[in-house]
């Protein structure tokens, strides 16, 4: 089944847990473009939401890093501050995106007991279709080096979209991350929007195979670790041309979210 | 050149798992802000990491080889539990 959507949104905490320090107004406008994609993920009526994120050094500590990960027990939960969360996996789903993606030569590490990360959390919560629909989280590794570089995040999602067109279920497919921020560092109140706007730009014109061409010091030089989380997405979307629903700039992050037209919006089975 | 998420040193891992733990384990996270050198000693961190964490400076605790986003996210962390009322939920 053909993929039924394609989102990229943001998760940065600060839209969930507002500190002092925020926009109000800023946090409210990305607020309504999670609206916006809720909207999208309940016309597609998709049977999973395959969210593609990378984990907070939350679910993986130093015991593993694995550059490419599946969850795939049958529920997975986590906490963030006040907020408790449960989702029901797709577990056929996620199954078959591990053995599949193994047939296909990506040596991915998989589990069925992890602390789920607030960057699958917080797109979650505010896009969720109601009622809710299970989801499968797939980690790719974008702060703990060495990280898997973009080409081979590229290949992998063009592979996975390979794997997701095999199978019978409708699938949202969600990029979580970015875009240019540098959290924890001296670059923190200098994020390099330029960078963010000049790849949005190529996106809108259907260029993210050229994402695969980027360097790991590239992504990390300008603030955009988690664009490996797109990267990935781009490689299922391939030349579809990205409509950015928003772009909004605070003193921190470049909050971007993302749609690419995979498929008639509701389509029919 | 020197990414700004860097390969965190083996010998910075006592330090890295006290942030960590205040990062993602609120019983850890409580008993820090009722006694923070007794949580310290429960992970026998030595007197440069104490000190750079007691102090709550971020080059500093980054020089030990602590990673950058578990400096950022610990204090975070921190910071919701400190002053609740200082944080709008959504």
Known sequence: MPLVAAVACPHTPQLLVRPETEDRALVLRVHAAYAQVKRLLTEARPDAICLIAGD?????????????????????????GTYSYTFPVHEPLARGILEQGIEREFDLAYSQDIRLDYAFYVPLHFTMPAPP??????????YLPPQPTPRRCYAWGRALREILDARPERVALMAS??????????????PDFDWDRQLLAALTEGRGVETARLTGEELDKAGNVELRTWITLLGAVGKARAEVVC??????????????????????? | MTTHYFFPPASAYPLNRCLFLLKSDPAFRARYLVDQEAAMAELGLDDPARSAL???????????GAHPYLVFMADLRLNMDRKPAAFEHF
């Open chain 1, 56 to 80: 907070h050094i939350e679910g993986f500590f130093l015991n593993a890093v694995p550059a490419f990960a599946v969850y795939a027990g049958a529920q997975v939960s986590g906490q963030f």
């Open chain 1, 177 to 190: 991350g970015g875009m240019s921020h540098y959290p924890g560092t001296d670059r923190y109140a200098s």
């Open chain 1, 247 to 269: 772009y909004e700039p605070s003193w921190h992050h470049g909050n971007a979210v993302v749609t690419w037209p995979v498929a008639p919006s509701g389509a029919a089975r």
């Open chain 2, 54 to 64: 007691q102090a709550g400076e971020r080059d500093r605790l980054i020089a030990l």
């Open chain 1, 133 to 142: 629909v299970p989801i499968v989280p797939l980690y790719v590794n974008v």
